[in-house]
């Protein structure tokens, strides 16, 4: 099944162009890597696909589970089944992590006419998943990301999804900024949430070391604002081998 | 001059942005009489108070330690604290004296005008709190005196959730050790002006006003505070968040005066404001008047928008637009309000916050 179909994407940004025709198409079950260089475009398809005001749509179409994405608000993408990692998570002081995403996922589960989880089975959850990626419990009751460090930053990002659930991450270079203990974590949880024959990854990232524990199905190079090439994980290690002058070429 | 009223015009600096064009109206008015008072009540469990348009409602009261008559309310020439008479209520505590609970006075103006005159009056290590409620569509004028001997401490927390006038005048002096805390949430759908005095007179006391305005619509609050440092030793906080939406006005100006002899004072002004359209209005001022040499004087004034980058995060997780803007709305209110000493009192005042955010 189709879950992510873009095609012949463009986008600017503050007036310039960044995608310049890109297209790509993630089934279910599917762990897609989009690899390339500095400027390539990589953070502006993920805010593009996740709708950040700022990151104007200028041609082409994206469908997500055969809904059109782009008519879509952020928060319906959202509850949709769009989960949009960050590579810089957002502080929110006066807002503690319980009850972010509690509003978060209720609202999801509003969305979807499904009943809101009550305090206890919420806290359990958020537990659960805390817990599955070694985030410390008071975590969850400091506010959203307020004197987190890096690597504590993006488990908080992993406990989200967790939590929420969701059936298309996109996330966005991820592994940055995290030690190996960190990346050894975020890989695992990126494997036991999403690895399902139901739900897909799109995994945005600079470097190859995160695909030495994601492993993925296809691996693609932006470039230009577009995708330059595609091939399997052999694609990663060829990357970081030549480097990406070499395919710009 | 506002016709017989007798009322400050703009062009008076310390009224610049209050609106009093609806008292001469709110004056003359005719109360509407009985208003549902149940749901106003936190039930702190200790003394309460109902007043309805100005008139104590003894059947609904249970005082306490409060006398209610005659009250000195040292407003002065205040152009409406001393309007608000000579009637209303009295604490009067002796030595190391105090209710076990927060008393807890309800107001209610159904339509016209509500004079009250109060007076609070705490010997030596007397302790108190106190919680106010003021409702309904008139016109609230409370003028106070308090007067706090060496280490007696006062709380007094207030809500305005009315959608008339409320004109609330403070005047108090504090001995040396003595603390007191004013804290004001405006979260209804009418107009404010609060005058705030606090004298530090006795050496390290402890004075703090502060407290949260919620304004949209047409509506317009304006608090002026001044925490007057006469002798050494003495800490004063301000801590005022605003919230304005529409065309409404939030107003602060908050100033702290250190005298020649109040050496070591510790003062800090927080003043913020939070715009949530771009034509609704904040004004912030801070003041500060220092004679003293070795004084800690920090203040801060900022007024901004809520932060885009925190509100697409919230929407890439799934909260709508206006729940996302409440979430971060009330996050900037909340510690306006943390420091409210009753857990019910504070969970109350919360509450109506809330209520308003989401209304």
Redesign the interface.
């Known amino acids: 099944m189709t879950m992510l179909n873009i095609e012949n994407l463009s986008a600017e940004v503050g007036g310039k162009t960044i995608l310049n025709g890109l297209s790509l198409s993630i089934n279910a079950g599917e762990i897609h890597a989009i690899m390339g260089p500095n400027g390539a475009g990589k953070s502006t398809l993920a805010y593009t696909l996740?709708?950040?005001?700022g990151y104007e749509v200028t041609g082409g179409s994206v469908r997500f589970l055969g809904e059109d994405l782009l008519a879509k608000?952020?928060?319906e993408?959202?509850?949709a089944g769009l989960?949009?990692g960050?590579q810089y998570?957002?502080?929110?002081?006066?807002?503690s992590n319980v009850?972010?995403?509690r509003?978060?996922?209720n609202?999801?589960r509003v969305?979807r006419g499904q009943a809101e989880l009550s305090g206890g089975d919420f806290l359990r959850l958020a537990r659960a998943q805390a817990d599955a990626l070694g985030l410390a419990q008071d975590m969850l009751k400091r506010?959203v990301n307020v004197g987190f460090s890096g690597g504590e930053k993006k488990r908080n990002e992993m406990v989200?999804m967790g939590i929420?659930d969701p059936r298309l991450a996109i996330l966005d270079e991820t592994d940055s900024g995290l030690d190996i203990d960190a990346l050894r974590v975020v890989g695992h949880g990126i494997n036991t949430i999403m690895r399902k024959p139901d739900r897909a990854v799109l995994l945005i990232t600079h470097y190859q070391r995160l695909l030495d524990y994601v492993k993925p199905d296809f691996v693609h190079v932006l470039a230009g604002g577009r995708i330059v090439r595609s091939g399997g994980a052999e694609l990663a290690l060829e990357l970081e081998r030549e480097g990406y002058g070499a395919l710009a070429a | 001059m506002n016709g017989v009223l007798d009322l400050p015009s703009t062009h008076d600096e310390a009224w610049r942005w209050s609106d009093l064009s609806g008292l001469p109206a709110l004056a003359g008015a005719r109360p509407g009489g009985r208003a549902p008072t149940g749901e106003l009540w936190i039930g702190c469990g200790g003394p309460r108070l109902l007043f309805i348009d100005g008139a104590y409602r003894p059947e609904e009261s249970d005082p306490g330690p409060v006398t209610v008559g005659p009250a000195e309310a040292g407003a002065g020439d205040h152009p409406l604290g001393r309007l608000a008479g000579h009637q209303g209520w009295r604490l009067q505590l002796a030595r190391d004296r105090g209710p076990a609970a927060t008393i807890e006075i309800v107001h209610v103006a159904t339509g016209g005008p509500a004079h009250v005159a109060a007076e609070i009056v705490m010997d030596e290590d007397a302790q108190a709190s106190l919680v106010e409620t003021f409702a309904g569509e008139g016109w609230h004028n409370v003028a106070r005196k308090i007067t706090l001997g060496r280490a007696a401490r006062l709380g007094i927390a207030r809500r305005v959730l009315g959608g008339g006038f409320a004109s609330l005048t403070d005047t108090a002096s504090l001995a040396a050790g003595a603390s007191l805390d004013i804290a004001t949430l405006a979260a209804g759908s009418g107009d404010s002006r609060l005058d705030t005095r606090l004298t530090l007179e006795g050496g390290g006391a402890y004075g703090e006003a502060g407290g949260a305005l919620l304004a949209r619509g047409a509506q317009r609050h304006d608090a002026n505070a001044v925490l007057r440092h006469a002798a050494a030793g003495g800490t004063s906080r301000q801590l005022w968040r605003s919230v304005a939406d529409d065309r409404a006005t939030c107003a602060v100006a908050a100033r702290v005066e250190v005298a020649r002899d109040a050496q070591k004072t510790d003062a800090e002004q927080s003043l913020k404001g939070l715009l949530l359209a771009r034509t609704a209005t904040i004004n912030a001022k801070p003041e500060l008047e220092i004679f003293a040499d070795d004084v800690k004087c920090a203040h801060g004034a900022t007024v901004g928008e809520l932060d885009r980058n925190a509100l697409f995060y919230l929407a890439s997780r799934g909260v709508p637009p206006v729940e996302a803007k409440a979430l971060l709305t009330r996050a900037f209110v909340a510690d306006a309000l943390a420091r409210i000493g009753d857990e019910a009192v504070r969970a109350a005042f919360l509450a109506d916050a809330e209520a308003w955010l989401g209304a």
Not at chain 1, 50 to 53: A, D, I
């Open positions: 996740g709708g950040r005001p608000e952020p928060h993408r959202a509850a989960f949009l960050f998570p957002v502080e929110i002081p006066g807002v009850q972010f995403l509003s978060a996922l609202a999801q969305a506010p989200q929420i």
